[in-house]
């Protein structure tokens, strides 16, 4: 509510976290979301943006926050607020990556983040999707139907998607009960395993506990 126009990328991430409609439902539908713009109407961003943005929503309660961005590098401020959000129990999901890199973007590759690469339905690893020490696990992000803005619907492909997959996974297990420093833990534990190396698929891919 800022005024300024809306770039749709984040309207698509949260339809896949919290969606409620019939034909794009979101994971956790129940979820609460806080908006917090990080980015300008461009979908470009910068680390001093996304920092703020983390603190703000750590401030106002937020439970976990989904990060469906990402740059190659990072900066002291970046890191200070992915620490004080996880110092706050707030758990953070964050992109891999799309540029086929062998390291992960940032802030995904900071200790503590839950990083999310993407596989394809037949669980490969997306051919878009950054690899890397540190990677927890994969989520589908190829051909994901989402709402867009005006009202539309769009069919991506990105590491974005499957963070907000995540994200709607992490929401649901704080929804019921689970403790947020042990929600990667569990997903680790949980998840589906792929033929592929770790730096490519993390622990594999999510799968949602009952």
Known sequence: NDGS?????GTAMASL???????VGGVS????????????????SNTALL???IVKATDLGARVINISLGSSGTSPM?????????????????????????????????????????????GTQAWF??????????????????????NRLVI???????TAITTGVVAYLLGRGYYSQNIIPLL???????NAPATAVGAGLIQVTK
């Open 5 to 9: 126009t809306m770039n749709g990328h």
């Open 29 to 44: 539908p129940a979820a609460k979301l806080l908006d917090i713009r990080v980015a300008d109407t461009n979908g470009d």
């Open 129 to 150: 999707s950054n690899s890397g020490n540190g990677l927890t696990l994969v989520a589908p992000g190829v051909g994901i139907v989402s709402g867009y803005a005006d």
């Open 78 to 122: 970046l890191e200070e607020a992915v620490n004080y959000a996880l110092s706050h129990n707030v758990v953070i999901v964050a992109a891999a990556g799309n540029e086929q890199q062998s390291t992960l973007s940032m802030p995904a590759g900071l200790p503590g983040v839950l990083s999310v690469g993407a596989v394809d339905a037949n």
């Open 17 to 23: 976290i919290a969606g409620n409609a019939d034909n």
């Open 188 to 194: 680790t534990r949980t998840a589906e395993p792929l």
């Open 51 to 53: 920092s703020s943005g």
């Open 156 to 162: 991506g492909s990105g590491t974005s998607q499957a």
